[in-house]
C-alpha cells in the first residue's frame, strides 16, 4: 500500500512527554493503531482509535487524531526508560483490504 | 502477553529451501494475518485468513502460501527460499473480518534466517 509516514527517531529525557507523530495515506481508515516493539519481540499493542473520534486518553497514553490533514499522534505523558522502544502506527481501512497498513516506526529513546 | 504463540522462534535456512512457520491463536479468535518485517522496516502483509480461508493478499509471491485450520491455527509456508526472505514473521490473530477486525495481537514472531 502507500506509505503510512512516522519520523523515525525521537529522544527526550525521563519525565518528559513525548509526542511521536504519523501521517497516514487512506481516508477510508477505520480505525488507526499504535503498536509498541521492544528488541527482539513481537508487537504489542498499546491504543487504538476508532475514526469518528478526535482523541483518545488512556492512563499515560494521548491519542489524538485530525482526519482533515490524515494526522494521528501518540503523546507519553511522564516518559519512562522502560518505555524506550519502536513505535509503529498503523492504519485500517479499504485501501489495505482490511489489513494493518504499517509506517516505519519511530524509535523512541529515553534518556535519565 | 497476547496468547498467540509461533514457533519455531528462530530458523536457519539455505537458499532453494521450503520453510513451513506456525502460529497459534488467542482462544476466541477466527482471524488470522501474516506479516514479515525486514530489518529496520514496518511489517509487510502477506495474506489472512478468516475461517480457514484466505480473505486477502498482499504484494507477495505464490511461493508463499499459508493454511488455517479448523482450531483456527495457522501456517506460513514458503517454498524456494531467498535472501531476501531473511526477515521476522509475525502472526497476528483477531476476532472477525474486514472493519470488524478490531483488535489484532501479535505473537513474538520467527526470525529466518536465509544462507
Known amino acids: 500500500g502507500e506509505d503510512v509516514e512516522q519520523s523515525l527517531f525521537l529522544s527526550v529525557r525521563e519525565g518528559d512527554s513525548s509526542v511521536i507523530n504519523c501521517t497516514y495515506t487512506d481516508s477510508s481508515s477505520t480505525y488507526l493503531y499504535w503498536y509498541k516493539q521492544e528488541p527482539g519481540a513481537g508487537l504489542q499493542l498499546l491504543t487504538y482509535?476508532?475514526?469518528?473520534?478526535d482523541m483518545k486518553q488512556d492512563q499515560r497514553l494521548t491519542v489524538l487524531l485530525n482526519k482533515k490533514d490524515k494526522h494521528l499522534s501518540l503523546r507519553i505523558a511522564d516518559t519512562q526508560t522502560g518505555d524506550s522502544a519502536i513505535y509503529f502506527c498503523?492504519?485500517?481501512?479499504?485501501?489495505?483490504?482490511?489489513?494493518?497498513?504499517f509506517g516505519k516506526g519511530t524509535s523512541l529513546l529515553v534518556t535519565p | 502477553e497476547t496468547g498467540v504463540t509461533q514457533s519455531p522462534t528462530h530458523l536457519i535456512k539455505t537458499r532453494g529451501q521450503q520453510v513451513t512457520l506456525r502460529c497459534s491463536s488467542q482462544s476466541g479468535h477466527n482471524t488470522v494475518s501474516w506479516y514479515q518485517q525486514a530489518l529496520g522496516q514496518g511489517p509487510q502483509f502477506i495474506f489472512q485468513y478468516y475461517r480457514e480461508e484466505e480473505n486477502g493478499r498482499g504484494n507477495f509471491p505464490p511461493r508463499f502460501s499459508g493454511l488455517q485450520f479448523p482450531n483456527y491455527s495457522s501456517e506460513l509456508n514458503v517454498n524456494a527460499l531467498e535472501l531476501d526472505d531473511s526477515a521476522l514473521y509475525l502472526c497476528?490473530?483477531?476476532?472477525?473480518?474486514?472493519?470488524?477486525?478490531?483488535?489484532?495481537?501479535f505473537g513474538q514472531g520467527t526470525r529466518l534466517t536465509v544462507v
Open positions: 498503523a492504519e485500517l481501512g479499504r485501501n489495505s483490504g482490511y489489513a494493518l497498513n
Open positions: 497476528a490473530s483477531a476476532y472477525g473480518s474486514g472493519d470488524k477486525n478490531t483488535e489484532a495481537f
Open positions: 482509535i476508532f475514526s469518528n473520534m
